[in-house]
């Protein structure tokens, strides 16, 4: 069933915006009487039946309402070396798909995209409405946000995850033994990692993520592109945290 994220979910009845009624009634070519999911973000999920299409707005009139089932029980904070030009777009992308929490771009040493205030500001605006359509498309049960983007030392005074995950080709630890250990003692609630842009972190970066807490894992002996890297990354924590079942 599609999905739309609507802010202010209450009553009986919910009327679209302008811009969601244009998408519902011309895109996605639906009619009065068909069945759609409406989310308010915050997890829950309401079973709407369109009820009235007009020119300006679609009104629904809402069926019932249940806790989504789609969210993983573990909350995985991506810290994203910026890339050069579009790769970001992709990552945020498929990352929302996979169910990552947030999205911080991280500068770096060796980032070479380096925009100024108005240009990050207008990315970031583009950012967000690539992971409200990923979300949409994917059946999440939250938009994930894409924070402004800040440098690597910002990002270690700020992260406050349990376990944080440095993936370097320097080489570490695999993944499923830092994930094995870790929950030895206590079940996974959020997990930080950390990928670098083209050409990783500079050494003395990875040493100031490892002094800061962070485990350095790898990801087999292949070296990964940095979008390829947080997808693999991703994907592995999914799995091993029993969220791709």
Do not use: W
């Amino acid at each position: 069933m599609k999905k739309l994220f609507v802010e202010n979910v209450g009553g009986e009845f919910i009327t679209l915006d302008e811009e969601q009624s244009r998408h519902l009634a011309k895109s996605l070519r639906m009619n009065v009487g068909d069945m759609i999911t409406v989310c308010d973000g915050g997890g829950t999920d309401y079973g709407c039946r369109i009820e009235e299409i007009t020119k300006d707005a679609v009104t629904l009139a809402v069926c019932y309402k249940q806790a989504s089932d789609s969210e993983p029980s573990v909350k995985v904070s991506l810290y994203q070396g910026v890339p050069k030009g579009d790769k970001t777009e992709d990552i945020i992308q498929k990352c929302v798909e996979l169910g990552v929490f947030e999205i911080t771009p991280t500068l770096t040493a060796r980032s070479i995209s380096r925009p100024d205030e108005k240009q990050a500001a207008k990315k970031n605006a583009r950012y967000n409405k690539i992971a409200l359509e990923a979300a949409q498309q994917s059946g999440r049960g939250i938009v994930p946000t894409v924070n402004k983007m800040i440098t690597l030392r910002q990002a270690l005074a700020e992260c406050t995850a349990d376990l944080k995950i440095l993936f370097y080709e320097g080489g570490g630890v695999p993944i499923k033994k830092i994930l094995a250990d870790f929950s030895k003692d206590k079940p996974i609630e959020n997990i930080a990692i950390f990928i670098g842009p083209e050409g990783g972190f500079a050494p003395e970066e990875a040493e100031m993520l490892t002094e800061n807490g962070a485990i350095s894992a790898t990801l087999g002996k292949r070296i990964l592109r940095t979008q390829t890297a947080p997808v693999a990354a991703l994907t592995a924590i999914m799995l091993l945290t029993g969220n791709l079942e």
